[in-house]
Structure formats: C-alpha cells, structure tokens
C-alpha cells in the first residue's frame, strides 16, 4: 500500500477502464475512428472525458467553451452531460477535423448544443468578451496549442462566472515539465503556467494526474 499516486501498469489501467469507463455508442465509434489517425495521441483519453462529463453534472454547468476540439471527443463528452438548453462555444482552426467532429456529433443528437467558431482561439474569446460574454461560463476546457495556454487561461478567467471551473488538459505533459533539460516553446509554457497557477489568488486550483495531467481552475 502506498499512499501516492499509483503508477498504472497496462494491466492496472485496463481493468481502470473495464470497470469505471462507460462510453455511448458514438462515443466509442469516434474515438476508434480517430485512433486510426496520424495525430490520434491529440485525443482526449475516455476516462477523462468521463471525468468531465461527471464534473459538469457536478456542478450544474450549462455554458460552457471548449478551447480545441479536433474531431469533437471532449466535447462530446461534455454535451452529453449537459441539460437540453446546455450549449459549448467550441474554438479551433481546423476545418477538416471539425467536420469530422460535426457528423458524431450529429449522431449522438447533440449537434444543437454546440456553437463551433472556425478561427483562433484568442479572436473567438475576444468577441465573446467584446459581446459582454464577461463572468457568463460555467465550465470551460483549454486543450488547443500550449504557447497560447496563458492568453487562454486569462481570457477565459474573464468568462467564467464566480464559481466557475476551468479544466486544463496536458499540465503533466509526459513528464516533460519535471525534465529541466527539455526546454522546447510547448514545455516551458506548460510548466510557467503551473507555476503562476500555483500562486495565483483569484482561483483555487488543483493538479490531478488523470491521463496526462488536468488542471482544475475554480474562480473565486
Ligand atoms: N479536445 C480534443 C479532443 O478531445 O479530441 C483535442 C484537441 S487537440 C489536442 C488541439 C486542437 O487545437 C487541434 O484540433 C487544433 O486544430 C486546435 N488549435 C491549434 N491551434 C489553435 C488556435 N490557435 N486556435 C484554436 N484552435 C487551435
Ligand atoms: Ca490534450
């Protein structure tokens, strides 16, 4: 027994997903169809989005924005969990791949919940905050491109609501952060967010080695 986080074994993380994971059909035929991709390790892994969709029945969210979707499973996840009025304003570049995310989104019968907006992600917070989107989200998840995580994470701290959970996704980034000699653009921003989420006093925070490291993020 030992009173740190476990370091799963395949076998230990199997049987973690034999007995917690429950995937929706469409669910489980996206994330196949995208494992057969080039950039397939870009996917969320399904216990975390079960993870998500728990964290948004949790605390009732009903706006959400999802900052990076690629072909659409951590959204999926997230508007699954959310009442019928629920909606995500979802933020990415690509147009291929969100087409992609469309069409399971449409089986699932979620497709009217989710606003997807084709273009950076930093223009996209902006209008919503030009549009008086300011203190209006419940959740939110910043998945896209790690150099502008800290842009991400300011603007969508102006979004949130009181209360309000903001979840990061790769703040473990394969253990890179912890390796001083890797110091390439993606890793130092990922570790110089850490850092400043750590001292920063208008959230509380929390770091849990759920895949590859999610950061909660609860504006005060
Ligand atoms: N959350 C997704 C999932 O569950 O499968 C994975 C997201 S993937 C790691 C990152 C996504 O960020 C890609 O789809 C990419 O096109 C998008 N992205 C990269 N740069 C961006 C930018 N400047 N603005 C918006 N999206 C961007
Ligand atoms: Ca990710």
């Not at 049987?15 to 397939?40: F, N, W």
């Amino acid at each position: 027994m030992s009173s740190r986080t476990l370091n799963l074994t395949e076998q230990l993380y199997q049987y973690l997903l034999d007995v917690s994971v429950k995937e929706t059909a469409v669910q489980k035929t996206l994330r196949i169809a995208t494992q057969g991709m080039q950039q397939s390790n870009m996917q969320i892994a399904p216990e975390q989005g079960q993870f998500m969709a728990f964290l948004v029945k949790l605390t009732g969210a009903r706006k959400c924005l999802e900052i990076g979707v690629f072909t659409g499973y951590s959204a999926l996840s997230v508007a699954q969990a959310l009442p019928a009025d629920g909606k995500i304003i979802a933020c990415d570049v690509n147009q291929e791949w969100t087409d992609m995310a469309r069409t399971y989104w449409r089986n699932a019968g979620v497709e009217k919940k989710i606003d997807l907006r084709i273009a950076p992600a930093i223009e996209t917070l902006q209008q919503l905050l030009d549009d008086g989107g300011q203190s209006s989200f419940d959740f939110a998840f910043i998945d896209a491109d790690k150099t502008n995580y800290d842009r991400y994470y300011e603007s969508t701290l102006r979004l949130l609501r009181s209360g309000g959970l903001i979840v990061i996704d790769n703040t473990l980034w394969g253990g890179d952060v912890a390796n001083i000699r890797v110091q390439d653009e993606d890793t130092r921003a990922i570790r110089e967010l850490n850092k400043k989420l750590l001292n920063d006093r208008r959230v509380d925070m929390t770091l849990l080695p759920v895949a590859d490291g999610l950061t909660l993020v609860r504006k005060l």
